[in-house]
Structure formats: structure tokens, C-alpha cells
């Protein structure tokens, strides 16, 4: 095969539903092939360049297509240009989930809201101020 590409394993494909444990309905329905058509695929029918990406991306990459949106779309094509530092990215959104997490255990007091959100962006510039100071 010349792409060695894993989406490119028509081989693995009835391996890879079952070692997911779906029927053939289930499985091909969340790549938009009906189930007579995945199991032509299955079988000895070579599978269309577009629905073996789609099976890469939903059922190998467990990645909800349908979520992906114009907004989104621009972070993931920054993403696949190396244009964002990805574990940057990773930490600053683990950082806000927990800055949101102490929102709500504050209730909003504002002067802690603000002392926290202050330590967040001292976290994001790379600084050591540490999140969560104001509860301790």
C-alpha cells in the first residue's frame, strides 16, 4: 500500500468495530454509511478515501466530528500548523477548568474572584504565581 497512513487499513476495519464492541449499524451510522454499506466495506468492497478518514477520526481518534465548527475549526487548523504550542494550550485550559471550579466554590466574592483570575494569567505568562493562593 503506498499510505501508510493508519485510516488506510481497510483490512482492520471489522477488528477495529468489533474490538469496540458495536454492530455494524452502530458503528457505520457515526460515519454516515449505512450498515449494508459498511459491511460491503468489510468485506472485499474497497472503502472510499473520505469514509476511511472518517472512521479514522471518530472511531480510532474518538473525535466528535459533528462538534467541529467554524470557531473551533481555526484553533484545529492552528493546531495542525504547529502555530500553537499544543501542552501550552493543554495547561492554560486545566488552569482555567480549575479557576472555574473555585468561581463556584467562592460564589463570586469578588475580591478572591480577582486575586485568582490574577494568578491565572501569572500561570499562562509563564510566571510561578500558583492559583488557588487565595484559598489558602
Known amino acids: 500500500m503506498k499510505n501508510q497512513h493508519p485510516a488506510f487499513k481497510q483490512h482492520s476495519v471489522r477488528e477495529l468495530r468489533r474490538k469496540k464492541g458495536l454492530n455494524q449499524l452502530d458503528f457505520w451510522s457515526r460515519v454516515y454509511t ?11 468492497r474497497n472503502i472510499p478515501k473520505a469514509v476511511r478518514m472518517l472512521v479514522y ?6 473525535i466528535d466530528v459533528e462538534q467541529i465548527n467554524p470557531e473551533n475549526a481555526k484553533v484545529i ?17 486545566a488552569l482555567a477548568r480549575t479557576l472555574m471550579e ?25 510566571q510561578q504565581a500558583t492559583p488557588g493562593a487565595a484559598l489558602q
Open 77 to 93: 487548523r492552528a493546531l495542525l500548523a504547529g502555530e500553537l504550542d499544543e501542552e501550552k494550550l493543554l495547561q492554560t485550559a
Open 102 to 126: 473555585k468561581v463556584t466554590i467562592l460564589g463570586g466574592s469578588a475580591d478572591a474572584l480577582s486575586h485568582e483570575a490574577q494568578a491565572l494569567a501569572g500561570k499562562v505568562a509563564g
Open 57 to 62: 477520526l471518530v472511531h480510532e481518534l474518538e
Open 34 to 44: 449505512t450498515q449494508s454499506g459498511g459491511s460491503r466495506y468489510e468485506g472485499d
